[in-house]
Antibody, heavy 121, light 108 residues
Framework: QVQLQESGPGLVKPSQTLSLTCTVSGGSISSGSYYWSWIRQPAGKGLEWIGRIYTSGSTNYNPSLKSRVTISVDTSKNQFSLKLSSVTAADTAVYYC?????????????WGQGTTVTVSS | EIVMTQSPATLSLSPGERATLSCRASQSVSSSYLSWYQQKPGQAPRLLIYGASTRATGIPARFSGSGSGTDFTLTISSLQPEDFAVYYCQQDYNLPWTFGQGTKVEIK
């Protein structure tokens, strides 16, 4: 079955760009009709949806982060990525990647284990 | 954006008891686009219910979902020790997708 694994630096300096990758195993990222999302969770708090990329490459972002977020896909590596620019301490969180059906009916059924990113100098 | 409000924030119950969790949306959400997740400490969320009432693969029958429009409910018929966790509702009817703030089900 499909599995997701996040990777990237655990420590990012303020004002720099946070870059994370989600590797898809057990299936092709370009097969079927799916959305691939990023979600984050500050310690002790709730979940915030950051944005998604469709199998075709089209993207949608949370307006609260839209000016700083870029999500892209690399089908040759079976990966999709998150870039968040101009980070501050408020961006410190566990970052998850997740999959959902292209018609959005079915919830986010596959999640990565999450990766902790700390923004600090 | 659609704001999802969950209540109560914390539910203190004993094993074997019935848990009823509420999720209210700030505007109507098609039932097809309402999901529930369970999250245990240090773990990623796990999909429990989608389409407001359909159990995800491998989810025990003691978990059930209901509701429509703006009011949705997750019911755990008889709490098992492994069910004590935080539960989130989520809508993917409108962008941006949004989650409730969570309900913690704790052991009384």
């Amino acid at each position: 079955q499909v599995q997701l694994q996040e990777s990237g630096p655990g420590l990012v300096k303020p004002s720099q760009t946070l870059s994370l990758t989600c590797t898809v195993s057990g299936g092709s990222i370009s097969s079927g009709s799916y959305y691939w999302s990023w979600i984050r969770q500050p310690a002790g708090k709730g979940l915030e949806w950051i944005g998604r990329i469709y199998t075709s490459g089209s993207t949608n972002y949370n307006p609260s982060l839209k000016s700083r977020v870029t999500i892209s896909v690399d089908t040759s590596k079976n990966q999709f990525s998150l870039k968040l620019s101009s980070v501050t301490a408020a961006d410190t969180a566990v970052y998850y990647c997740a999959r959902s059906r292209g018609d959005s009916v079915g919830g986010m059924d596959v999640w990565g284990q999450g990766t902790t990113v700390t923004v600090s100098s | 954006e659609i704001v999802m409000t969950q209540s109560p924030a914390t539910l203190s119950l004993s094993p074997g008891e019935r848990a009823t969790l509420s999720c209210r949306a700030s505007q109507s959400v098609s039932s097809s686009y309402l999901s529930w997740y369970q999250q245990k400490p240090g773990q990623a969320p796990r999909l429990l219910i989608y389409g407001a009432s359909t159990r995800a693969t491998g989810i025990p029958a003691r978990f059930s979902g209901s509701g429509s429009g703006t009011d949705f409910t997750l019911t755990i018929s008889s709490l098992q020790p492994e069910d004590f966790a935080v539960y989130y509702c989520q809508q993917d009817y409108n962008l941006p997708w949004t989650f409730g703030q969570g309900t913690k089900v704790e052991i009384k």
